[in-house]
């Protein structure tokens, strides 16, 4: 088992999809944990209880955070000794969650704080929530991955719940639309840690990914395409799958793409002509032509890989407005009044209310002062 | 006090403070007070929700050492935590050949419309809206009536379970029973306590202006029309002027615990010229803060937290002609400002400031507007222990809420004096 790469899974989605991933054939072989203030989404997980952080029970009766971030936020932070303890060794942690929950968008923070003070690379795998989810979710989930994530962690790749929506029929039943968004976000999981593990040691992968994925706000897509047999149309075959791949996104993502990252994995019989046929086939199936593309290969020195090949694809489209450069304001002689001007108060000062939950009515924040809110004057106190 | 009278402890934790209340409750309601203990704290719980149970848990401990014998009943003020009540409606058809009502009727009829709650979310109380019979509204007793279609609507209150739970955690942790914690939702526990039946057959608006959170609670003579909670307090009007004059909150708050603001209100409305209020703090230079200054942010607030309330009791459909009693209570109801300015909000209604009495026993620090909500819910314990079957021997995790166990209950004289 490889320790220097682990995967924590955080909050009820991430459980959800460590429970997929223990299940799939083969397995996984890195170092498996998970946290959350759900007792009962820890025990199906399906890890054991030593691999399993219940994060401050006392508070949550273990039975969650119900949506609550804040509560999140301290009950994960207030685990962290534990949380250190788990993850000593390891180089690289992939975290998996979903966005929008009360544990995930308020307990990555911290958990993402926790291992940069470690010296441990962080890989964030998130899904985000369908967009016909409640708007308040919807927004928990923009801002915890704005805000906080794609600032923290070496490497994001947030996936959007609607990929399905290129494959999934509009009459599928709401539970198997959730059930396959589960399935198929845990497979690309394990996707993307058997290419980062390829060779049991961190490539140039992972380097690569975080240089095009480190800082920026960006949603991706993930194509899987395997195939296993002898003999030809083995290469086909994977490359079909991929782009068939529910969380691909479809042409409509693909042509839209600022950056792609493919790799093609194989077992110690993975040759170069089938390295160079799946290259090519990318290239003339992949929509993106103004992309950056990124392209590697990696055998895995493993019988248990022998006759297989895993085709993945992470295609990413930046933030648009995050990821453009400040304008640049045209210089304009000023004019210089008379009489100085009075000093800019701080118009989004709370005081003591600061930090504490927020209460709103009519879209306004009444934690902010009312005289402010309505612009009263007042003379200047500071 | 009659013999059968059993002690009940009644705790509540606030934003400025937290109180226990320990007393004997008779079948009457009567309430002999056998200790009150009450300790100022701040930051412990912020808006009705608990954020230091650390310091919660020793301050509650200590006041309960203090007090020492205080039953194994308790119950505890609960707002914040997303409470909010919703209407659920059941009915029943009388086929009976006279279509007479008879309990079961209304039983029946009741328990269909409590609705149940998801997993997320806790019960905490049901209480009677409404009866109606053949679609028109009832304004008395039922029983006998004659109807071929009877329809009860009851209020569910439920908040979220986890913040709740955080109340339980900390009784538990000071040695109560977890099956023998309940909640009472402030403003039930305020109307409980503060409201009288002839008021609240003129319809009875009551709004608790705490120091954490605002709450309201509306009734009339069919039972509750609305109730709610804004998590704004006077706490916030201390903010304000913290922020706007930068003076920290504690001397804010010491400024307006003194009754000095009050003083400035009531010279201002003399017409009275006042001085600049001089302020110090160690390292920096000497500021003057302007009394209007001060009067025009703490009026801006209190107006904006009274004119929230409303719009909230307005969007229960509620309309305000119909109510003929308004009052008000909570630790900021002792200011003639606030009083003023609710009169205001309130088209000049009369505001009637209400606080605790009627008690006997250790009396001395209750009867301020302040405890309201705590002797409400002390007064309430009694009948409330009662319609859920709990004695001192036996523990319970009901709820209270079908409708035939609030025949002695709550709000409406109506189901009061059901025969």
Same mark, same amino acid.
């Given at each position: 088992m490889t320790s220097e790469i682990a995967i924590i899974a955080i909050g009820g989605a991430g459980c959800k999809f460590m429970k997929e991933l223990t299940a799939i054939?083969?397995?996984?072989?890195l170092k498996l944990m998970a946290i959350d203030t759900d007792a009962k989404s820890l025990f199906e997980s399906g890890l054991p209880s030593e691999s399993t952080i219940l994060a401050m029970p006392e508070w949550t009766n273990s039975i969650?955070?119900?949506?609550d971030a804040q509560l999140g936020n301290r009950c994960i932070f207030k685990s962290g000794d534990a949380i250190r303890s788990m993850i000593r060794g390891c180089q690289l942690l992939v975290i998996i969650g979903g966005l929008g929950g009360g544990t995930s968008s308020g307990g990555i923070s911290p958990l993402l704080d926790i291992a940069k003070k470690a010296n441990v690379q962080t890989c964030c795998i998130l899904s985000m929530p369908f967009t016909h989810e409640s708007a308040k979710v919807k927004r928990l989930a923009d801002n915890t991955l704005n805000q906080n994530v794609a600032k923290k962690a070496d490497a994001v790749i947030a996936m959007p719940n609607d990929l399905l929506f290129s494959v999934?029929?509009?009459?599928?039943p709401l539970d198997v639309a959730f059930e396959t968004a589960t399935k198929e976000f845990s497979r690309s999981v394990w996707a993307i840690t058997e290419v980062l593990v390829a060779g049991n040691q961190l490539n140039a992968d992972f380097r690569n990914l975080r240089a095009m994925l480190n800082g920026r706000i960006s949603r991706c897509s993930l194509g899987i395409g395997m195939a296993t047999g002898d003999g030809p149309g083995k290469v086909e075959t994977a490359v079909e799958n991929l782009l068939k !791949?529910?969380?691909?996104?479809?042409p409509d993502w693909t042509s839209r793409s600022d950056a792609v990252i493919f790799t093609v994995l194989g077992g110690p019989d993975l040759s170069i002509g089938d390295t160079k046929l799946a290259l090519d086939m990318i290239d003339k199936f992949l929509?993106? =032509?103004n992309a950056d593309m990124l392209k590697g290969a990696a055998m895995i020195h493993?019988? !248990?890989? =022998?006759g297989r090949i895993q085709l993945s694809c992470v295609s990413v489209i930046y933030d648009r407005i995050a990821s453009m450069p400040p304008p640049v304001a045209p210089t304009v002689e000023r004019y210089v009044p008379i009489q100085p001007d009075l000093p800019m108060i701080n118009i989004n000062e709370k005081g003591a209310?600061?930090?504490?939950i927020k209460v709103c009515f009519k879209g306004e924040?009444?934690?902010?002062p009312t005289f402010r809110r309505k612009q009263i004057k007042i003379k200047d106190y500071k | 006090m009659s013999r059968s009278a059993q002690i009940y402890t009644a705790i509540e934790f606030g934003t400025s403070k937290a109180s226990v209340l320990v007393g004997r409750v008779d079948e009457n309601d009567a309430v002999e007070v056998l200790a009150f203990e009450t300790t100022p704290w701040h930051d412990v719980v912020i808006k009705g929700e608990i954020r230091d149970f650390d310091r919660a848990r020793q301050v509650i401990g200590a006041m309960l050492d203090k007090i020492g014998e205080h039953g194994n009943t308790c119950f505890v003020v609960v707002t914040g935590c997303d409470i909010h009540g919703e209407i659920g409606k059941g009915s029943v058809n009388?086929? =009976?050949?006279?279509?007479a009502v008879i309990e079961s009727d209304l039983d029946a009829a009741s328990n269909q419309s409590i609705l149940t709650t998801a997993d997320d979310r806790q019960r905490i109380i049901s209480l009677p809206a409404r009866v109606l019979l053949n679609g028109t509204l009832a304004n !008395?007793?039922?029983?006998g009536l004659t109807a071929e279609r009877l329809e009860v609507h009851t209020w569910t209150i439920h908040g979220n379970a986890t913040r709740l739970y955080r109340y339980k955690t900390v009784l538990k942790n000071v040695g109560f029973d977890d099956k023998r914690i309940f909640e009472i939702y402030a403003p039930v526990a305020d109307a409980y306590a503060l409201i009288q039946d002839d008021e609240q057959l003129d319809g009875a608006l009551l709004i608790d202006y705490g120091a954490g959170c605002t709450e309201f609670i509306v009734e009339n003579r069919h039972g509750l029309a609305a109730i709610g909670h804004l998590q704004v307090g006077f706490e916030h009007v201390i903010n304000d002027m913290s922020v706007a004059f930068d003076v920290p909150n504690k001397n804010m708050r010491e400024f307006v615990e003194a009754g000095k603001l009050d003083v400035c209100y009531k010279k201002n409305k003399e017409g009275v010229k006042q001085s600049p209020i001089p302020y110090r703090q160690a390292t920096k230079k000497r500021k003057d803060i302007d009394v209007n200054d001060m009067l025009e942010v703490c009026s801006q607030r209190i107006f904006e937290t009274f004119d929230i309330v409303r719009q909230m009791i307005q969007n229960q459909?509620?309309?305000? =002609? !119909?109510?003929?009693y308004f009052a008000l209570t909570g630790g900021?109801?002792?200011s003639e400002m606030v009083k003023a300015i609710f009169e205001e909000v309130f088209s000049d209604k009369t505001c009637h400031v209400r606080r605790p009495y009627g008690m006997t026993g250790v009396t001395t620090g209750i009867e301020?507007?302040?405890?309201s909500a705590i002797y409400g819910v002390l007064k309430m314990a009694r009948g409330y222990a009662g319609q859920l079957g709990i004695s001192d021997d036996e523990q319970s995790d009901k709820v209270l809420g079908v409708f035939s166990t609030?025949?002695?209950?709550?709000?409406s004289p109506f189901w009061r004096n059901r025969k």
């Open positions: 054939p083969g397995g996984c072989n969650g955070c119900c949506g999934m029929k509009k009459d599928t !791949s529910p969380m691909f996104g479809g929509t993106c =032509r493993d019988e !248990s890989w =022998r209310m600061d930090g504490t924040d009444l934690d902010e | 009388i086929n =009976r050949v006279d279509h !008395s007793n039922v029983i459909n509620i309309d305000l =002609r !119909s109510v003929g900021a109801a002792k301020t507007p302040a405890n609030l025949r002695n209950a709550m709000l």
